[in-house]
C-alpha cells in the first residue's frame, strides 16, 4: 500500500501565508509526479501545481506568481508555499501521488485533505 498524509492547512487572513505539506509513505518503487489539487464549497476538485520527479513544474494560472510547489525526493514529500493568500483560495487541498509500488503496479494516490480557509 502508498498513502499519502497532508498537513499545514489552516485559517489564515486574507495577504498571509502557509506551507503545506505531503508525505508518502509505503511500498514505494519510484515516486513520479506530485502535486496539490484543491476543492471549494460547491466547485470541482481543480489541479493548483505539480512537480515531476525531474522538477518540472506546472501550475494553474490562478496559482502562478503566489504558490510555489517543491519536493523533497529523498522523504517522498511535496509542498506547496502558498503567498499573497485571497479568499478564493478557500479550499480542501488534496495532496496526489503518482507512483509505481515495489511490485511495479502504478499507483495514483489521493489524500484525505487539508482544508484552508483564507478568511478575516
Known amino acids: 500500500q502508498v498513502q499519502v498524509v497532508e498537513s499545514g492547512g489552516g485559517l489564515v487572513q486574507p495577504g498571509g501565508s502557509l506551507r503545506l505539506s505531503c508525505a508518502a509513505s509505503?511500498?514505494?518503487?519510484?515516486?513520479?509526479?506530485m502535486g496539490w489539487y484543491r476543492q471549494a464549497p460547491g466547485k470541482e476538485r481543480e489541479l493548483v501545481a505539480t512537480?515531476?520527479?525531474?522538477?518540472?513544474?506546472n501550475y494553474a494560472d490562478s496559482a502562478k506568481d503566489r504558490f510555489t510547489i517543491s519536493r523533497d525526493n529523498a522523504k517522498n514529500t511535496v509542498y506547496l508555499q502558498m503567498n499573497s493568500l485571497k479568499p478564493e483560495d478557500t479550499a480542501v487541498y488534496y495532496c496526489?501521488?503518482?507512483?509505481?509500488?515495489?511490485?511495479?503496479?502504478?499507483?495514483?494516490?489521493w489524500g484525505k485533505g487539508t482544508l484552508v480557509t483564507v478568511s478575516s
Open positions: 509505503g511500498s514505494i518503487f519510484r515516486v513520479n509526479v
Open positions: 512537480i515531476s520527479s525531474s522538477g518540472v513544474m
Open positions: 496526489n501521488l503518482r507512483a509505481k509500488d515495489r511490485s511495479y503496479v502504478p499507483r495514483d494516490v
